[in-house]
Structures are given as C-alpha cells and as structure tokens.
C-alpha cells in the first residue's frame, strides 16, 4: 500500500520561504514520477512541479525561478523549496506519485498561506 504524507506548510509573509516535504511508503518511490500540485479555493487542481526518477524536472510557469522540486532517493522524500513566495501562491499543495503503470496516488495536502 502507498502513503503520501506531506510536511511543511504554514504561514508565510510575502517574499517568504517554505520548504514542503512529502515522505513515502512502500515500493513505489524508486518507479514513480513524484510531484507537487496546488488548489486554491475555488479553482482546479494544477500542477506544480514534477521530477522523474531519472532527476528531470518540470515546473509551472508561474513557479519558475522561485519554486525547486527535487528528491532523496535514500530517504524516500520528494521536497519543494518555495522561494519569493506570492499571496496568489496561497493553496492546498497535494504530493503526488506515478507509477510506470499510470497509477496515481495522492497525499492529503497541506496548507500554504502567504499574506500580502
């Protein structure tokens, strides 16, 4: 069975940091694509960033040059390094993993509030 269990969140001023971590459980970690996605309120899920297992990354044009996704393959985490961060950066961030057999998990999100 797969555990997603996200870390990090809180509250933030503007041009803030926050660091996000996601532990996993299980097998999956050394076959999946892992990824960050946010939700604000009212709107859709979007992506974040993602990063293979090979270390290639892709980011939301929205979060580049501020947010860094990578992961420690000893550890099992996948983290996220949210620099210069922006009040329209507040949402819900959920970790997500995906298997070679587009399987898709999802932790419970945490909460990410930057004020103005």
């Known amino acids: 069975q797969v555990h997603l269990v996200e870390s990090g969140g809180g509250l933030v001023q503007a041009g803030g940091s926050l660091r996000l971590s996601c532990a996993t459980s299980?097998?999956?970690?050394?076959?999946?694509?892992m990824g960050w996605y946010r939700q604000a309120p009212g709107k859709q899920r979007e992506l974040v960033a993602t990063i293979t297992t090979a270390g290639t990354t892709n980011y939301a044009d929205s979060v580049k040059g501020r947010f860094t996704i990578s992961r420690d393959n000893t550890k099992k985490m996948v983290l996220l390094q949210m620099n210069s961060l922006k009040p329209e950066d507040t949402a819900v961030y959920y970790c997500?993993?995906?298997?070679?057999?587009?399987?898709?998990?999802w932790g419970q999100g945490t909460q990410v509030t930057v004020s103005s």
């Open positions: 299980g097998t999956i970690f050394s076959l999946a694509t």
């Open positions: 997500n993993a995906k298997d070679p057999f587009t399987n898709a998990y």
